[in-house]
């Protein structure tokens, strides 16, 4: 099938909706999934207050893979990518269906680069952690998309840019990850709120330029100088973030929520693109 006539396809299956709003959430700690704090609850408060989505796409920090992929199953089951945490946090499962068809289409809508359809990944806690909260009947189809680590920056702006015909069609593309993510400097101390200077700082800078809409800095983050390098040591919690860019369009209100750090290195703040 041409690419053309997979879009249109894609188009007429899917219907024709009001823009719907991008996400980046800074997911934070798994704990996230089963505590009601303050992170969850903005999650929960958020669903309420835009539109239901058709079904959930998510970018998320912990499907890092070479080359980029799609879940295509049925039903994704629920992935426990941790270790030492409670065991209630293990029994969790969040059986939300996947989205196939939808799944069959990414392909079409994605010139830059092969969309593979993996049958074996499911939803890993960067995902599901927080769309529990936000969709508890788990009734809206959910499904992944994986970060190739093979991959620029740029070049994960242009595939998110792709897939903004997403947004027409009631789709939610929400990215998961933390703008400011550096567990080698975990502070204890600061665990339940607080972070460095630079965590504030390099926060702070990142919100701004988000704000007015200047992603070419955003993007190319290794020129933002030490303290980013400090923020961002590897990029996979970055790069969600990366994606939520790309979906936005010039005429975009950008709002932040979550907006705090914890643990000395890491921040939750997130964003709502429209």
């Known amino acids: 099938m041409s690419t053309l006539s997979q879009f249109r396809s894609f188009t007429q299956r899917l219907p024709q909706t009001d823009l ?19 992170f969850s609850q903005s999650w929960k408060d958020l669903a309420r207050k835009i539109p239901v989505p058709t079904a959930v796409l998510v970018v998320s920090a912990h499907w890092y893979t070479h080359g980029t992929f799609v879940t295509a ?13 409670p065991q209630a946090l293990f029994d969790v499962q969040y059986p939300a269906p996947g989205d196939p ?5 990414l392909p079409g809508l994605v010139h830059s680069t092969p969309i593979g359809l993996d049958h074996d990944w499911g939803l890993d806690h960067g995902t599901w952690t927080v769309v529990k909260h936000m969709y508890p009947d788990a009734n809206i189809p959910v499904l992944q998309l994986s ?22 069609k009631g789709v939610l593309v929400l990215g998961s990850g933390n703008m400011v993510h ?45 303290d980013a390098m400090l923020a961002i040591p ?41």
């Open 182 to 226: 550096n567990l080698r400097m975990i502070s204890w101390e600061m665990i339940n709120g607080g972070g460095y200077d630079w965590a504030h700082e390099m926060n702070d800078k990142f919100k701004n330029l988000i704000a007015s809409g200047d992603h070419k800095p955003l993007i190319n983050y290794r020129n933002l100088g030490t």
């Open 20 to 38: 719907m709003p991008t996400l980046f959430i800074g997911h934070g700690s798994p704990m996230n999934g089963i505590e009601n704090n303050e």
């Open 73 to 85: 199953m049925d039903f994704p089951s629920t992935i426990h990518d941790f270790g030492g945490f």
């Open 234 to 274: 590897t990029p996979e919690h970055y790069l969600p973030l990366i994606y939520t860019l790309g979906m936005t369009n010039d005429n975009d209100e950008i709002s932040f929520f979550n907006d705090k750090a914890v643990g000395g290195s890491l921040t939750m703040t997130s964003v709502l693109v429209g």
């Open 101 to 105: 068809k939808l799944a069959n289409e």
């Open 147 to 168: 970060i190739d680590y093979t991959k620029s920056p740029e070049q994960h702006y242009e595939i998110a840019k792709e897939i903004y015909a997403l947004r027409k």
